[in-house]
Nanobody, 124 residues
């Protein structure tokens, strides 16, 4: 069982930045692919970004060039650096772990573990 805990959400003005963190309990954290998803008001959960165990990354077109995912395996942490935030980025952001660490999955059902989410609100 892997426990994931997100932090770093909050209220920010459009154009601002936030860094989200996700702490994982797994001793084998380095073997997992780690993804970020989000769910905006009245919307379905959507893929944001993912980083594999080999540090390959993939991003949704909507965040490419503005968001960066990176991981620190020594600390069992994955981060989401969000710059140039827009009101449409407002959502609950979820961290997820995929035991197929080679994979860059964009589909939520591919992930084995999920955090509780952290709210990000971007005001215009």
């Amino acid at each position: 069982q892997v426990q994931l805990v997100e932090s770093g959400g909050g209220l920010v003005q459009a154009g601002g930045s936030l860094r989200l963190s996700c702490a994982a309990s797994a001793r084998t954290f380095a073997t997992y692919s780690m993804g970020w998803f989000r769910q905006g008001p009245g919307k379905e959960r959507e893929f944001v970004t993912v980083i594999s165990s080999g540090y390959n990354t993939d991003y949704a077109d909507s965040v490419k060039g503005r968001f960066t995912i990176f991981r620190d395996n020594a600390k069992n942490l994955v981060y989401l650096q969000m710059n140039s935030l827009k009101p449409e980025d407002t959502a609950v952001y979820y961290c997820a772990a995929d035991s197929a660490g080679w994979r860059l999955a964009r589909v939520a059902r591919e992930y084995d573990y999920w955090g509780q989410g952290t709210q990000v609100t971007v005001s215009s």
